[in-house]
């Protein structure tokens, strides 16, 4: 990527990105759509996200192509676009654990306890012997003063500089 000042074709292209031309976009997603894939492949853990990083990062072109000032070519200003946006997804993708990572295939034991299903045959195709328990009234006042609670604590935190 280059940081070539933008060149003629360059600004025609954003003149008419500005002016809301489909053609001009389905060009250029057309021309870039696989580059940026593999550039944001290199900065998060799957094919899934980086295809959502590229997304985003053609919304946030949509987004600032006011701003675009032709100072590089506008490949360069989208790819930067897009290394910014991967950058941080990858970050943050880094800092979570998928929930399926949590269950191994080897993993037998259920999620509910099996008596309180009624034996599958016929007449009982393992229907709840007997349904969950909803909460009454009383729960639901407790739950809410707690909530309440929580959040009077919250809002006497104070935050601390860095």
Do not use: C
């Not at 993708?93 to 509910?112: H, K």
């Amino acid at each position: 990527m280059s940081s070539r000042p933008a060149l003629h074709d360059d600004l025609e292209l954003v003149a008419a990105l500005r002016a809301g031309d489909e053609a001009a976009f389905l060009s250029i997603v057309e021309q870039l759509q696989p580059s940026m894939l593999r550039v944001a492949r290199m900065y998060v853990p799957t094919r899934a996200v980086a295809e959502e990083v590229v997304q985003e990062a053609w919304v946030g072109v949509l987004k600032g192509l006011d701003g675009f000032e032709g100072r590089s070519s506008l490949r360069t200003w989208i790819f930067r676009i897009l290394v910014n946006i991967a950058k941080t997804r990858g970050q943050r993708e880094s800092r979570t654990i998928p929930f399926a990572s949590l269950w191994s295939p080897g993993d037998d034991e259920p999620s509910v306890d099996p008596e309180r299903f009624q034996k599958q045959d016929a007449n009982a195709p393992g229907y709840w012997a007997e349904p969950p328990v909803s909460w009454g009234p009383e729960e639901q006042l407790l739950s809410r003063d707690t909530l309440a609670r929580v959040a009077n604590a919250i809002e006497g935190l104070v935050a601390k500089p860095a």
